[in-house]
C-alpha cells in the first residue's frame, strides 16, 4: 500500500494503483484521451503529464504505477507547458470543423484547449486529408480526420465487446482508424465507442445534426429496454420544438453504475427510447369517441362500485405490466387484490421474449418484472414464454382464457398487446363479450383500438418511480419532465378511483407510495428514495424466496 | 442646469422679435420656393433644395456598418453557405431564429440548413448572429430597413427571402434546388442534390446523395 503525495495531499492507494486513479481518488482531475477507466492502458495521447519529483521529463499518469514517497504535481508551469505542446501536436491535422461537429460542447479537443492550450498554431503545411462522413455501421459515423488515435475504440472492441472490428493503420501522421476489410460495426454495443471517443471521430448517426448539444437538459434515469435497468442519463430537448420533427427525447447516454452497466449499455436499449415521443395517446376515449377523464372516473368507479355492492367482482380481471414502476403495481395490489379482493389480478402473460448475451442484454424486455414478482402480481420472476403462437390455450394466459370463455365480465389491461396475443378477430370479439374492456397505457398500440376505455398513461420517465431489474436492484427512474398533455401517470388516475371508492391510500405522490410499500412489502423494508439515490441498492433478498441474478461480468463472453 | 436668461429691453417689447422669426420663415419659403420650381425647370439642379429627404424616392446614405434586413450568403452551385452549426440560434438574444439540419452529399461541407427562419417581428437587430457566424454565411447588409407588413406571419422570412433580399412576400414560387423545408408547399421537403450538382456528378460517385 504505497502513499505517495499529490499536489501536496498525501493518498494511500493500493499497489498497482497508477497515479491518474490515485488523483482520481483525491478528487483531482488529470486530463486524458486515451485514458478510460473501463479499459486497458494504452499511455499515447500523453497529454495526462504530470511531474514526478526527481523524474527529469514529465510522465503519463495513466501508466505510472504510485510508489511510496512518490511526490507528483498535476499542475504547475512545466506540468501546463507540457500539455499544451501534446495539444500542438495532437491539432496538427484535426480538421477543425467543429460547426458541423456533433461533439463540439462536449468534446475534450475543445474544453483542453480553453485549458491548456491557448497557443498561437505554429502548422502552416497543408493538413492530411483522410475519409470524412464513413457510415461504419448502422449506428456510428466515422470521421478520420477529426480522430487523435487515442485507440478507446479499438480497445472497447477488442477488450469489452471481443469483436475487434477496429484497428489503426498506416503509419505516421497517414496512420487512421478504421474497420478491418470485411467488417463493419454492427455489434449490440457498437454505440459505446461513440461515449467513449474523445473527439468528434464517432459520431452517433442516430443523433446526428438532431440538436447541438448544448440545447440539451439531462436527467438520471434508468433503460426501461431490458430487465437488466442500466443506469442511463436522457437528454432531452423540451424549449426548441423545430428540432427532430417535435421529440423531447434526443438520446440516452449510459450512466455510471458499478454493479449494473458499468459504463455501458447495448445499442437496443439506447436507440429504443423512441416511445417516449411517438405514437403516444394523449386522449381519453371512451368507444372511438373523445371524453375526459372526470367521465372516466366516474364510469368506471361505478362499474366497480356497482359490481362491488351486487358481488360480482370475481368476474373482474386485471392484468398489470412489469413495464410498470414498482409503486404503480403496489398500488394495483392494493386497490385491486387487496380492498377490492379481486381475484384475478395478475401479470401472468407471458413476458417480451428476446435473447441475452450474458453481458448487459437480458432475455426479459420488461424493466419492471422482478419488481412484479416481490410484490406477488406475477406466479414466477421469469414467468415461462407460452408454447405456439398466438392461439390463447398456454399456460400462462388464465385471467385471458377466463375471458375468452366468459367468465369475465370487466378486463383493465396496462399497456398490454392483445392483439399481438390472440390475434385481430379474437380480440374484437373479447371486446364485443365483455361489459368493460378498459385499456391503460402511454402507447398507441391496437388494444387500444377495441378497448372500451382508452386511459392514456405517462411513460416511465414522465414519472418518478422505482424499477427492481434482473439482479434484485432497486433503482429510481426519476422524472425527466412533464407528462404529454392529456397523458396522466397511472398511478394518479389509480389514487383518485381509490378515493372514489372509498378506500384508503397512503400516499399520492410515487415517494409516499414508495414509503407505503416499504412499510408493508419485507424485501423492500427500510429503502426511501434518499438512500436509493442514483445508484439503486439491492432488495432485501433473504426475505423473499427468490434467486439472485447473475451479477455483471466484465466483457462479453460469447461475442 | 440651464438657466432662464433675462430678455433685455428689446426684446421685452416683443414686436421686433416676432418681425424676425417671420422674415426667417420666409426666406426659408421663398428660398425653397425658389429652388424647388428652378429644379422643376431643369435649373440649379446641383444644390438642394430643402434639407428634408424625399424619402422613399430619395434614400440617405446609410454607414457601413449599419445592420440592416438579414441575408444567407449563397456557394456557387446556389446552396447556402451556412453549415448549419446553430451557433446564431444560439446566441440569438431575442430566439428568433429557427434552424433545423440535415445532411450534405458533400463530405467536406457534411452539414447544411434544411429550414432557417427568422421572425423579424421577433429580431432586435443586434447583429450577433453576424458576429458569431464562423462561415461568414449570415449577413446584414442588405440595406433594406423598410421592413412592414400586413400580418405577423408575413414578417417571418424562411430561405427563400434569405438567400434572395430581392424577394418579398409573399413568394410566388419555389426556386431553391436543394432538398428543403419549403414555406410556399406547406413545409413539405423539396429539391434534390440531383438538381443541384446533375445527374452526373451523383452518379460519379463523389457526392452520396440522400434523397
Request: glycine residues 8%.
Amino acid at each position: 500500500m504505497p502513499t505517495l503525495t499529490i499536489d501536496g495531499k498525501p493518498v494511500t492507494v493500493p499497489e498497482g494503483t497508477t497515479v491518474i486513479q490515485a488523483a482520481e481518488k483525491l478528487g483531482i482531475f488529470v486530463p486524458r484521451y486515451c485514458y478510460h477507466p473501463g479499459l486497458s492502458v494504452a499511455g499515447n495521447c500523453r497529454i495526462c503529464l504530470v511531474e514526478v519529483a526527481k523524474s527529469p521529463k514529465l510522465q503519463i499518469a495513466c501508466n505510472t504505477p504510485a510508489a511510496e514517497g512518490m511526490v507528483v504535481l498535476t499542475r504547475g508551469a512545466k506540468v501546463e507547458e507540457g500539455r499544451q505542446a501534446v495539444l500542438e501536436f495532437l491539432l496538427i491535422n484535426h480538421p477543425l470543423d467543429c460547426p458541423v461537429c456533433d461533439q463540439s460542447g462536449e468534446c475534450d479537443l475543445q474544453n483542453f484547449y480553453m485549458t491548456y492550450g491557448l497557443y498561437d498554431p505554429r502548422f502552416k503545411e497543408q493538413k492530411v486529408k483522410k475519409a470524412k462522413a464513413v457510415a461504419i455501421g448502422p449506428k456510428v459515423m466515422l470521421d478520420a480526420e477529426r480522430c487523435i488515435l487515442c485507440s478507446r475504440c479499438v480497445r472497447f472492441t477488442d477488450e469489452v465487446t471481443k469483436t475487434g472490428e477496429f484497428g489503426i493503420f498506416n503509419r505516421g501522421d497517414r496512420s487512421q482508424i478504421g474497420l478491418y476489410p470485411g467488417k463493419t460495426l454492427d455489434n449490440p454495443y457498437s454505440g459505446n465507442v461513440v461515449d467513449i471517443c474523445p473527439v468528434g471521430a464517432l459520431t452517433d448517426r442516430d443523433f446526428r445534426f438532431k440538436a447541438r448539444v448544448w440545447y440539451l437538459s439531462t436527467a438520471p434515469s434508468v433503460c426501461g429496454g431490458c430487465s437488466r435497468g442500466c443506469n442511463v442519463d436522457l437528454h432531452y430537448v423540451l424549449d426548441r420544438p423545430h428540432l427532430a420533427q417535435g421529440a423531447r427525447v434526443m438520446r440516452l447516454k449510459p450512466r455510471f453504475n458499478p454493479d449494473v452497466n458499468r459504463w455501458w449499455m447495448c445499442d437496443e436499449g439506447r436507440y429504443g427510447y423512441k416511445f417516449m415521443d411517438q405514437k403516444r395517446l394523449t386522449r381519453v376515449t371512451h368507444r372511438g369517441s373523445e371524453s375526459t377523464w372526470e367521465e372516466a372516473l366516474t364510469a368506471l368507479a361505478g362499474w366497480l362500485a356497482r359490481a362491488r355492492e351486487e358481488g360480482r367482482l370475481d368476474q373482474v380481471g386485471v392484468i398489470p405490466s412489469a413495464r410498470l414502476t414498482t409503486e404503480e403495481l403496489f398500488l394495483i395490489r392494493k386497490l385491486f387484490q387487496e380492498a377490492l379482493g379481486l381475484k384475478n389480478c395478475l401479470l401472468d402473460l407471458p413476458p417480451k421474449d428476446g435473447t441475452s448475451d450474458g453481458f448487459l442484454i437480458q432475455a426479459d424486455k420488461n424493466p419492471n418484472t422482478m419488481g412484479a414478482a416481490l410484490l406477488d402480481l406475477s406466479p414466477s420472476p421469469q414467468p415461462s414464454p407460452i408454447k405456439g403462437e398466438g392461439g390463447g390455450a398456454g399456460d400462462g394466459l388464465s385471467i385471458l382464457q377466463k375471458a375468452l370463455d366468459g367468465q369475465l365480465k370487466a378486463l383493465w389491461i396496462f399497456g398490454h398487446d392483445l392483439v399481438g396475443l390472440l390475434g385481430e378477430e379474437k380480440t374484437a370479439q373479447l371486446a364485443k363479450q365483455l361489459e368493460l374492456l378498459v385499456y391503460q397505457g402511454s402507447n398507441e398500440n391496437p388494444t387500444a383500438r377495441h378497448a372500451h376505455w382508452v386511459l392514456p398513461g405517462a411513460v416511465y420517465v414522465e414519472k418518478d418511480g422505482t424499477f427492481v431489474n434482473c439482479q434484485g436492484r432497486v433503482q429510481r427512474v426519476g422524472k425527466a419532465f412533464k407528462p404529454l398533455p392529456g397523458a396522466r401517470p397511472e398511478a394518479e388516475f389509480l389514487v383518485e378511483l381509490a378515493k372514489r371508492l372509498e378506500i384508503q391510500v397512503q400516499g399520492r405522490t410515487p415517494e409516499e407510495l414508495f414509503a407505503w410499500l416499504a412499510r408493508e412489502v419485507p424485501a423492500f423494508a427500510g429503502l426511501t428514495y434518499e438512500k436509493l439515490g442514483w445508484q439503486g441498492m439491492a432488495v432485501n433478498l433473504s426475505s423473499s424466496s427468490r434467486k439472485r441474478g447473475s451479477p455483471i461480468e466484465s466483457g462479453m463472453t460469447n461475442p | 442646469m440651464l438657466r432662464k436668461r433675462e430678455l433685455n429691453f428689446w426684446e421685452r417689447i416683443y414686436l421686433p422679435e416676432i418681425i424676425r422669426g417671420v422674415a426667417i420663415t420666409s426666406r426659408h419659403f421663398f428660398v425653397n420656393l425658389f429652388f424647388h420650381s428652378a429644379h422643376r425647370l431643369g435649373l440649379f439642379k446641383g444644390k438642394l433644395a430643402a434639407v428634408t429627404f424625399q424619402y422613399p424616392e430619395q434614400t440617405r446614405p446609410l454607414a457601413s456598418r449599419s445592420r440592416t434586413r438579414h441575408r444567407l450568403t449563397v456557394r456557387e452551385e446556389g446552396t447556402p453557405r451556412c453549415v448549419g452549426c446553430m451557433l446564431c440560434e444560439t446566441v440569438c438574444p431575442a430566439k428568433c431564429i429557427t434552424i433545423v439540419a440535415g445532411e450534405h452529399p458533400d463530405p467536406n461541407v457534411e452539414k447544411y440548413p434544411v429550414r432557417f427562419d427568422i421572425d423579424l417581428g421577433v429580431c432586435v437587430y443586434c447583429g450577433y448572429c453576424v458576429e458569431v457566424c464562423p462561415e461568414d454565411a449570415i449577413r446584414m447588409d442588405t440595406e433594406i430597413l423598410d421592413i412592414a407588413a400586413y400580418s405577423r406571419d408575413a414578417m417571418k422570412l424562411d430561405l427563400h427571402e434569405l438567400m434572395d433580399p430581392k424577394l418579398r412576400k409573399p413568394v410566388a414560387e419555389c426556386k431553391l434546388k436543394f432538398p428543403h423545408q419549403c414555406k410556399i408547399h406547406g413545409n413539405q421537403t423539396r429539391g434534390s442534390w440531383k438538381a443541384v450538382y446533375g445527374e452526373q456528378t451523383c452518379a460519379a460517385g463523389s457526392l452520396e446523395p440522400q434523397d
